[in-house]
Each structure stands twice: as C-alpha cells, then as structure tokens.
C-alpha cells in the first residue's frame, strides 16, 4: 500500500512539474551586427546570399528586395525582433535598411 501511495504522488508531481519547463524559440534567418557590417554596396546577390543565407521572404515581384527577419523569444523574457530589408540595382547591393544597419 505504501508503494502504491508513494508511485502516485511521484507520478502527480512528474505531471506538474513537466507543463513547467520552457524552450527559447528562434525563428527566420540568424542576424547579427558582425554579418551585416560585412554588407558592402556592389555585393553581388550570391556574395549576400553566400554571407546570410536564403532570404526569407523574396516578393516575385519585387526581385530588387530581400527581407531578413529574425524572431527569438528566449524563456521567460521578452522577445526580442531584428529585420533588415536589402535593395538590389540588378544584381548588385545598393542599399539595407532595417533595425540592424552597417557600421562605416
């Protein structure tokens, strides 16, 4: 009887405790201030794509511009949002806007 008591409680306290535990969450394209100081006017789009990866959003209909967004939200803390819009002249850089701009 008393391993039988002490199986449940274990179990009730293993439920509970288990709705408890938080993951940080990451989505869209890694961004940091290092990568986008290394964005240069005159960059081909495969130099930025080589250097920040596939864009997350690319309109058909607009090809002259990239969008990078990137979302974390780590446990328990706020989250925290970075994006930048890169525009293209044809193939080359010619200018990024965003909340993360390049330093001279």
């Known amino acids: 009887m008393h391993s039988v008591l002490i199986s449940i409680v274990c179990s009730i ?3 509970l405790t288990a709705g408890c535990y938080k993951v940080d969450i990451r ?3 890694y961004i940091d201030q290092a990568m986008v100081d290394e964005l240069k006017p005159g960059m081909t789009k495969n130099q930025v794509q080589f250097l920040l990866g596939t864009p997350l959003l690319s309109d058909p209909f607009h090809a002259d511009r990239w969008d990078y967004v990137y979302r974390f939200k780590p446990a328990y803390k706020p989250a925290e949002q970075r ?3 890169l525009f293209f002249k044809g193939d080359l850089l010619s200018r990024v806007e965003g909340s993360v701009n390049p330093q001279p």
């Open 13 to 15: 306290v293993l439920v």
């Open 27 to 29: 989505q869209g394209n």
């Open 83 to 85: 994006h930048i819009s």
